[in-house]
């Protein structure tokens, strides 16, 4: 799961902020 799980760290755009929390919780839920 590590290795898939690479999320944007640093977000640059809110695009890019929702991508991260969209991963977030399909790997937390």
Do not use: A, G, R, S
């Not at 809110?14 to 991508?19: A, H, Q, S, T, V």
Request: aromatic share 20%.
């Amino acid at each position: 799961m590590k290795q898939e799980y690479k999320p944007i760290i640093f977000p640059t755009e809110k695009n890019d902020f929702m991508l991260f929390i969209v991963i977030h919780i399909t790997y937390f839920d």
